[in-house]
Each structure stands twice: as structure tokens, then as C-alpha cells.
């Protein structure tokens, strides 16, 4: 039965293969998506998410009418594939890409700007939200480094003993997206009374962590920021549990979703983390219609907070094609002026609302921190900060 | 001094692992002389088979750690006979490319069949660390320790008293003399094979229960043991396992000790500095046999 | 009437084409190479540059490996050597192109020295290991000089220039890869028909024996590494023009195992060979590219699976070939040619 669908589904492909397509209104849109590299872990389930929103906007009437064509590949983590794939894209003149990780974002950064399309990343890094050097690059969520501020304003909370400053490690991928962050919150523990004692380096494909969380031990961190995503930071988990240290553990939000718990089981326990998107499931208005389209497409699967980070960005970006299209100009600078209009605009409490301005590419600057309790996400509470202007670009 | 032992303790029961992987290396190489670099893969492909068929078809874990093995031992002897066997006599790069081919193939499989996701493992062992004196250790790593321990004296029984590791002693010493003395070498090399792979696959599922996931990474350990086996020689089981422990040993040292002088990764890249210097001075490694070449 | 190719003099025998027909038939290709630009599209442009860097590449590789016989798995990380010493002659000292990229050759060249010394001493499989501990060092070191590598976080490279000339497009870069591409192979044909190319072929073919017919094993073999990484340095000095931004990511171990794929396949020591195989290796992934593209708005699986089969077509392609056709496509090519040279009366 299934091999007679495939093999339908094949012969209509064929078809249209050979008839060539004859759509009359199409929007494309390029995607950039992490399915098999060292990311894939949380870049499937985001890439899952871009997908099924605009299955839900051509299903429900399209960007006024047309439909959004979404060209994806999987680069697999590595810039060189990203670059080819953006050429290749640019050549199906796309009006907008998503994209995903740090490295390959900055990598096309120069090309983005010259070409003028603009780029929603899966990467949040400050360095992004300066429009007067990246002005075509957007990304919904508050930047990783808001996140790391969060993180460390919860660490200053939680810490009880004020006849000393808490001490904290940082552990983060040999990698543009893990050092991301790493400037604001130095920064940012130094004006806090907060102590950065250990820094520790984890290679791109790492095994094993013993020796840097013995480093740590010996610097004596009682809380440690883990900026690697989700398999990496179960395995540094684990091996801190195997040399019983009592370190307090945090990650980033791609290291910490619903997937951390499966992964690592006990060794989860206690374990905080920056949230930017509320796990899947969670009751707020957005969440209805994600739950309605699964039980629709997907029999009711159930997804996780990397999924709702990936619908959420599609849903900024339809809404942008929207508002350029009824302007009459679906082009990459209209696109631009389009999302720079964007004021509170709210994702149904899917993430905190977007804001974007001419001069100030930061999407939002509220964040949330969980933690894990019986192998469940808990929200401990938001963390809001100002729009500093030296905070721009860092 | 805390520090240090700590650092040697955990980083001979990772070495353990290593061990257990060159010892597959150094079987094949011993009878066949061919360096397999598809060695990861089988590792990473005994992981996930045992894992599907624990949770897919609910077999109890044992069963299904026998019927992986018995799986793998399948798959040597199939590489054997359909991929290796038409190479004798083929130049050393023809053969390095196949096994460098094959490992392509067999990740391919993997990743097309499982994805490229992390797979929870089933708990094999218990989380709580044991103390060794002053120091934790994770159960995991003691089980793979005890296993390279019954490993190592299996083999050594196996080439001392039995036939077929008799047999496979001769046709390593001189392939020639074994055929005329009535030794089927071609039956030799799928034994050796399908034995590479059984103890690759005991090293992956230990791997999975100690790392509590599996997923592509695990094919690395194929690479991370070059160091291994080239270190110890890469005809000398004892080399094999004195080779694992002294790099996983080695490893931690410089992680724990230059990581933070130059900025993190000298872990990764030690092995391979410390391969260049031994081979510079011994270049058949520690235990290797030195080849005498006449024309 | 001449009924065949005979060989009268040794000028025909030693002539770099057989045939005036041949002559011709190189020149007619050339031409249509010349004209490619002005044709193709963007991605296939951008897909052509890559062909001709990797022939390049291939080349360099194949005179080590396929004349010499002395196994590299470290090409990527040559490659990376070439590749960021553009990077630094270009983007801090701003030299023109016609200077950087013989300057990134003959860099690359002085490494691979230093990592050919180990072959004095090492053979097969264990200079092989030798090799791949030479890439993981360089890696290593590219992704930590962050003041001449930028680290992790890659590095610009400039367009190339030269005085008034800036080439700023793929179309340019091709006709700055293409006389590279071709001068380098003329140069490999003419380096076997002399002294230091056939010392080459005897050390490979039997390095006792040739040491004993008076070939300096130790010296031909480090100039076999000079010239090899040479060539491989050549080659990344054109992808970091092209790439514009190069990290340590650009230059994986595959890429060392692609570009040996890429000389099993065409077939060692030919330098034809070199050619058919970075040819093919390159555009495997792109044919499969298009037709896992026309198929996947009907089976979206197909883009998640597509790294599988990719690499799965490559592990095939190399395993097939090295079980029904050792010597590679180049060889091959030779069964054709000879078949139709003398059709219909071939026998």
C-alpha cells in the first residue's frame, strides 16, 4: 500500500517534471537547514517547524493569494555547503532566505548585504542585530547574548551566600555559535559581581569532557553555562555526574528543550536553561493552531520548543511577505522596510513580541528561564532587559 | 595530585575503549595486512543494531547484545568475501581507498535507516559513579574495562591453544607457508574479519550504554584509534591495549593540563603529534614487527 | 596510403600529441572550455571553478600518490595551507594576484616538505597514518593562529587583484582558473618526460631498485612532495579566491578522501586520469543534486536523505570502480579510443 503511494507520488513528480510547472503566482523563499550536521540534533526539529508553517499559509490562502515556494537543503553544518547553496538560491531569485547556524550567517553576511535578500537565522548572535552592518539579517528571539545576561541574572538570584561573589565556568564549542555570547556575558558577570573563573573549549565532534569539567572543578565554579547544543551538553552532563561534582549546570536554547530530559535522564535534574520559545504544548493562544495542524498532518505528533522556534520564524517572515506584498513590493529591500515596521507584533505567546526599527535589528530582549524538575520543563520566571544602545551588535 | 590521578583514572577506562577498538584493527591487520579504516563504522553500526533490536522488536537486552554479535560476525565475513577478497594483490592505497569507500557506504546506511539524531540508549548500566579509592567513576567504564580484560585473555587463549588461532598465527607469519601446510587462508581472513567486527561491536554498545545515545559520532572512534594501534604496532594485540590505555591516558593529560594554556582542542590533535614522534623514531611502532624489504 | 600511427623518429615518440587529429581535438576543447562562460549559468559556472580546482588538486595529488607512490591522506590540509596564505598575502600585505597565488604555491610546497620528511623512514599504510596526523596538526593550528587564520570564525579574502585589474565575478575567476588549470597540466606532462618524472615512476614502481640504479630516493621523494603540494597549494589559493571566506570547516578530512577518490576513480598515475576524476567526483553530488531537487517537492524525505545517498553514491562509486575497473576511468577511456580507432575492423 505504501509502495503503490511512493510510486503514484513518483509518477505525478514525473509528470510535472515533464510537463514543467505551470503556477501562476509563486513567492520563493530559500531555506538553509542543518538536517545531518553536527547541529542536527535541534536543526530537524526547527526546519520541521519553518516547514509546516508555510504548509499552513498555502493551505489557509497563501501570502495574499500566492503561495510560498520553499527551496530547502541540507547543508549539514559546514559554510562551504551554505555558500554553494545561497549561490544556487540567489540564481532562483528567492525574496527571503531561512537560515540557521552562526558561523555559515556571518560567513554570508557580506554576500547577504550586497545582494540585499534578506536572512532569518536559526543563530541569534548579537553581532546580527546591528543594522548599520547587517542590515538585511533578522532572527526572532532575543540575541544569545540576552540570553547569557538572563542566565547569569538567574545564577546571581539563585546564589545565597553574599560573603562571596558565585563563581562561574563557561563551557562553549570551538565554534562561531558557541563563542557567540561569550564577550556580553563576561561583560555582563563583571558589572554583576559574578566571577568567570574557567573558560573551557569543547571540540566540534567532542566524546568525551572529563578533562575539562576536571579543570573546572579544580577553579571551583559552582554554576557552569554550557553553549553547545543538545548532545553536547548531555555529555558534559554525564561526566559531571560520573565524577559526582555538584556544579549547577545552565545551557542555551539549543542546548535545553524537551530533548535535554531524554537524552541525558537523571543527570538532567536541576539543570536550568534559557528559553526565548515555550516548550511545545504549553496553553497560550499560539499554541492551538500548531497542535491543530499536527493532528491534521502528523497525527498529533508531539514536537518540542526547537520546532515552535522554527514555526515562529516563519510566522514573522509570512507576515512580512504580506505586508511588502500589499505594498507592492516583494523585493529584498521591500521585504526589509516591511519587517522594519514591525512594532510588538505578537506570536500569540509563542516568543515574546517582535520589534524591529531602521536602527535596531534586536527582535525582542525577554527571555525566559526553566528548570528541569522530575524530568519536566518548569518556568522559573522572564527576564526583560533595556535596550541599552552599547548593547547594539555585542 | 588529586587532579592528576583523576585525570589518569578516567583517562584509562576512555583508553579501555580504545583498546577494545584497536583490537579490532590489529586482527585484521595481522592476518591480512590491510588497515581497516571502516573499523568506526562497524562500531557505530553494532550500537545501532543492538539498540533496534532492543526497542523495536523488545528483546530483552542480552538477547539482543548476542544476536548483534551474531549480526556482526554475519557482516565481516560478507565484506570478506564480497569487497576484500577481489583486492589481494591490489597496491596498499586500492586498498585503504576500499575500506575508506566502505566506511562512506556504511555510514550512508546508518544515517539513511536511523537519521542522524541522537538515539537514547537503554540504561545497561547503573549511573551512580563507584569510588575507587578517592575518585568517582562511572560503572560504564568499569564494565569496559572488565570486558577488555575477558577480551584480551579470550584472545590470547584463542591464538595460543586453538586451531583457528593457530592458524591464524601461521597465515600471518607467511601467507604462503600457511597455504601449503593446508591452511584455508581465504576462510582465515573472514574469520579475522567477522572477529574485528564482533569486538567492535561489544566496544559500540558499551560506548551507547556509557554515553546513554548513539548517533553518527561514534564512527570518529574509528580515526581516534589510528593513533591507537599505530602507536602499540599495528601487528601486536598487547600493543593494541597498551597503545589505548597510554593515549587515553595521554589525551586527558594534555586536555587537562595545556587545554587552558592555549585555548581548548590540544586533546583532540595530541595523539596525533605523539604518533608523529614515535613514528619518526620507531617507524613500526612500539611492538610492531620490523618488515626486512629485499628486492 | 598510411594505414596507422607509426612512430619513425623520437620526436613522434616523445610528441605530446600522438596524432595531428588529437591536436586539434585539444584545441577545439579548449576553445569550447574558453566559451563555457558565456553559456553557462551562475551555478554551473560556479560549478565549473570548483571542477577546475579540483583538477588542479587532483593533479597534485596524483603526481604524489599515482608517480610516486607515496600515500597522502593531509591534501585538505595542503590545501588549507594554500588557501590561508592567500588569505594573508592578499588581505594584509594586499599583493596582487600574479604574485599570491605562486606565493601560496611555494608556501605549501615548504610544508609538504616538512611533512614529506617522515617518508624517508615511512611506507604504505604507515606513511599514510603519518599523513592524517598532518592534517589534524595543521587543522589544529588554522583554527588557532587566530592572528593569521581568524580562528574559527574563518577569514575575507579579497578579490584578486592586480594593479587596475580587479576580477570580481566567477565569470573572471574562470579565466584566471582555466590557463592555471591548463598551464599546470601541460607542466605535469612535460615533468614525466624528464629525469626528476622518471625517477618518480622508479621510486614507485621499486624504491630499493631505483635507489640502487643511483635515484636518490630521499631527495626525489621530497621534491615529489614539493611539486605535489605545490600544485594542492595552487588549487587553494583559487578556492579561497573564489569562497571569499574560508574557515577551517572548508577543509575537512573528506576533502583529503574525496580528492583521493577523485585519483581511484580517474586512475592512478595518469594525469588524464586526474582529470576524468575531479570531473566526476565534483559533479556527482550536483547530479544528484538535480534529481533528488526535481523529485522533492513530491518526497520531501529526499532532502533529509540527501546527504545519506550522496555520501552513499560516493562510497559505491569508489568501491564498484575498484573492483571491476582498478585502473580507473582513464584506462577505460583507452579501451573506447582503441575500440573506435580502428571500428569496424577492430579485432
Known amino acids: ?394 | 595530585m588529586e587532579f592528576f590521578l583523576q585525570l589518569v583514572v578516567s583517562g584509562l577506562v576512555i583508553g579501555s575503549i580504545y583498546a577494545l577498538v584497536g583490537l579490532g584493527f590489529v586482527i585484521i591487520y595481522k592476518s591480512s595486512s590491510i588497515l581497516n579504516f571502516a573499523q568506526g563504522e562497524f562500531l557505530m553500526l553494532g550500537a545501532y543494531v543492538c539498540l533496534a533490536i532492543f526497542t523495536s522488536y523488545k528483546v530483552p537486552f542480552l538477547p539482543a547484545f548476542l544476536l548483534t554479535l551474531g549480526f556482526s560476525a554475519l557482516l565481516g565475513v560478507l565484506m570478506e568475501r564480497l569487497l576484500l577478497r577481489p583486492m589481494i594483490g591490489e597496491p596498499v592505497i586500492s586498498v585503504i581507498m576500499l575500506t575508506l569507500g566502505l566506511s562512506s557506504v556504511l555510514k550512508a546506511l546508518v544515517q539513511g535507516i536511523w537519521g542522524t539524531d541522537t538515539r537514547p540508549y537503554p540504561e545497561i548500566f547503573p549511573t551512580t559513579p563507584v569510588m575507587v579509592g578517592p575518585l568517582p567513576v562511572s560503572q560504564g567504564y568499569l564494565y569496559s574495562m572488565a570486558s577488555v580484560v575477558v577480551l584480551l585473555t579470550m584472545f590470547s587463549v584463542f591464538f595460543k591453544y586453538s586451531r583457528a588461532g593457530i592458524a591464524m598465527r601461521a597465515t600471518a607469519f607467511s601467507q604462503q607457508v600457511a597455504l601449503s601446510m593446508g591452511i584455508s587462508v581465504k576462510r582465515i581472513f573472514a574469520l579475522a574479519w567477522s572477529i574485528a567486527a564482533v569486538v567492535s561491536a561489544v566496544g559500540g554498545v558499551l560506548l551507547g550504554g556509557i554515553r546513554g545515545g548513539v548517533d553518527g559520532a561514534f564512527a570518529l572512534f574509528g580515526l581516534k584509534v589510528i593513533p591507537v594501534v599505530i602507536l602499540g604496532g599495528l601487528d601486536s594485540v598487547a600493543g593494541a591495549i597498551v597503545g589505548g590505555l597510554v593515549m587515553g591516558v595521554l589525551e586527558n593529560l594534555s586536555g587537562g593540563y595545556l587545554d587552558p594554556l592555549v585555548g581548548g582542542g590540544v586533546k583532540e590533535v595530541a595523539p596525533f603529534i605523539a604518533l608523529v614522534a614515535i613514528l619518526s623514531v620507531k617507524p613500526y611502532g612500539l611492538f610492531g614487527k620490523v618488515k626486512i624489504e629485499r628486492v | 596510403m598510411r594505414c596507422g600511427d607509426f612512430r619513425e623518429t623520437y620526436a613522434e615518440d616523445m610528441a605530446l600529441f600522438e596524432t595531428a587529429f588529437a591536436r586539434r581535438a585539444m584545441f577545439l576543447f579548449l576553445a569550447a572550455l574558453v566559451a563555457l562562460p558565456w553559456f553557462a549559468s551562475a551555478f554551473w559556472l560556479d560549478v565549473s571553478l570548483r571542477v577546475l580546482i579540483a583538477v588542479v588538486a587532483a593533479t597534485g595529488l596524483n603526481i604524489l600518490t599515482g608517480f610516486t607512490g607515496q600515500i597522502s591522506l593531509g591534501n585538505a590540509a595542503f590545501l588549507s595551507v594554500g588557501a590561508y596564505a592567500t588569505a594573508y598575502l592578499a588581505g594584509h600585505w594586499n599583493l596582487p594576484f600574479p604574485l599570491v597565488i605562486p606565493a601560496a604555491g611555494l608556501i605549501t610546497a615548504l610544508v609538504g616538505m616538512v611533512f614529506g620528511v617522515p617518508s624517508l623512514r615511512l611506507k604504505g599504510l604507515y606513511l599514510a597514518v603519518a599523513t592524517l596526523a598532518a592534517h589534524f596538526v595543521i587543522e589544529f593550528v588554522a583554527s588557532h593562529w587566530e592572528a593569521v587564520t581568524g580562528g574559527v570564525n574563518g577569514i575575507s579574502i579579497p578579490s584578486p587583484k592586480a594593479g587596475p585589474l580587479v576580477l570580481a565575478s566567477d565569470r573572471q575567476l574562470y579565466y584566471l582558473a582555466l590557463p592555471v588549470a591548463a598551464g599546470l597540466l601541460l607542466f605535469a606532462r612535460n615533468l614525466f618526460r624528464t629525469k626528476v618524472g622518471k625517477a618518480f615512476v622508479a621510486i614507485r614502481d621499486q624504491d630499493i631498485s631505483s635507489e640502487v640504479m643511483g635515484v636518490n630516493v630521499f631527495r626525489y621523494k621530497l621534491l615529489s612532495f614539493a611539486v605535489s603540494s605545490f600544485y594542492v597549494g595552487v588549487a587553494g589559493s583559487l578556492l579561497a579566491y573564489q569562497a571569499r571566506i574560508i574557515s577551517p570547516e572548508n577543509f575537512p578530512i573528506s576533502v583529503a578522501i574525496d580528492q583521493l577518490g577523485m585519483i581511484i576513480i580517474g586512475g592512478l598515475g595518469s594525469l588524464l586520469g586526474s582529470v576524468f576524476g575531479a570531473v566526476f567526483i565534483t559533479l556527482l553530488p550536483e547530479l544528484l543534486r538535480l534529481v533528488t531537487g526535481a523529485l522533492a517537492t513530491s518526497f520531501p524525505e529526499l532532502t533529509t536523505l540527501f546527504a545519506s545517498v550522496k555520501m552513499g553514491v560516493f562510497g559505491l562509486a569508489i568501491v564498484l570502480f575498484l573492483i571491476f575497473e582498478p585502473d580507473g576511468m582513464a584506462a577505460r577511456w583507452h579501451h573506447i579510443k582503441n575500440y573506435w580507432k580502428l571500428y569496424p575492423f577492430s579485432y
Open chain 1, 1 to 394: 500500500m505504501h509502495l503503490m503511494r511512493n510510486a503514484m507520488r513518483l509518477a505525478m513528480a514525473v509528470a510535472v517534471l515533464a510537463t514543467g510547472q505551470a503556477v501562476a503566482q509563486e513567492i520563493k523563499v530559500g531555506g538553509i537547514f542543518d538536517l545531518t550536521g553536527i547541529t542536527s540534533d535541534v536543526g530537524k526539529s526547527y526546519a520541521q517547524g519553518v516547514r509546516d508553517y508555510v504548509a499552513l499559509t498555502n493551505g489557509s490562502g497563501g501570502v495574499n493569494g500566492k503561495k510560498i515556494k520553499l527551496i530547502d537543503v541540507d547543508y549539514g553544518y559546514k559554510i562551504p555547503e551554505a555558500v554553494s547553496a545561497y549561490k544556487r538560491m540567489k540564481e532562483e531569485k528567492v525574496v527571503l532566505i531561512n537560515g540557521w547556524g552562526t558561523g555559515d550567517t556571518l560567513a554570508l553576511k557580506n554576500f547577504i548585504n550586497e545582494d540585499k535578500i534578506p536572512y532569518f537565522s536559526g543563530s541569534f548572535a548579537g553581532d546580527l542585530t546591528d543594522p548599520a552592518k547587517t542590515p538585511y539579517n533578522f532572527f526572532v528571539a532575543p540575541s544569545y547574548s540576552d540570553q547569557i545576561r538572563a542566565w547569569l541574572s538567574w545564577v546571581k538570584e539563585d546564589w545565597k551566600d553574599k560573603s562571596r561573589n558565585p563563581k562561574v565556568a563557561l563551557f562553549y564549542g570551538d565554534n562561531a555559535y558557541g563563542k557567540a555570547p561569550m564577550e556580553a556575558g563576561r561583560r555582563f558577570a563583571k558589572e554583576n559581581g559574578i566571577d568567570v573563573v574557567d573558560e573551557e573549549i569543547l571540540p566540534g565532534n567532542f566524546q568525551d569532557a572529563t578533562s575539562q569539567l576536571l579543570n573546572m572543578k579544580q577553579k571551583g565554579a559552582d554554576y557552569a553555562y554550557i553553549n553547545v547544543t543538545t548532545t553536547g551538553v548531555s555529555l558534559v552532563l554525564k561526566g559531571a555526574k560520573a565524577l559526582g561534582l555538584a556544579t549547577k549546570f545552565g545551557s542555551n536554547p539549543y542546548g535545553f528543550s524537551e530533548q535535554l530530559p531524554l537524552v541525558a535522564k537523571e543527570a538532567a535534574e536541576g539543570v536550568t536553561g534559557v528559553m526565548p520559545q515555550v516548550p511545545y504544548g504549553t496553553p497560550v493562544p499560539g499554541m492551538k493552531a500548531l497542535i491543530d495542524f499536527n493532528k491534521a498532518n502528523h497525527g498529533g505528533e508531539a514536537h518540542d520548543a526547537l520546532y515552535v522556534r522554527g514555526w515562529t520564524s516563519a510566522m514573522v517572515w509570512v507576515e512580512a511577505l504580506k505586508r511588502a506584498d500589499k505594498a507592492g513590493k516583494l523585493t529584498g529591500e521591500g521585504v526589509r522596510a516591511a519587517l522594519e515596521t514591525f512594532k510588538d507584533f505578537d506570536l500569540g505567546g509563542l516568543t515574546s513580541p517582535v520589534t524591529w526599527t531602521a536602527t535596531d535589528h534586536r527582535p525582542s530582549t525577554t527571555t525566559a528561564v526553566f528548570i528541569i524538575k522530575g524530568g519536566k520543563l518548569v518556568k522559573v520566571k522572564d527576564y526583560t532587559f533595556p535596550r541599552k544602545p552599547e548593547w547594539l551588535g555585542l
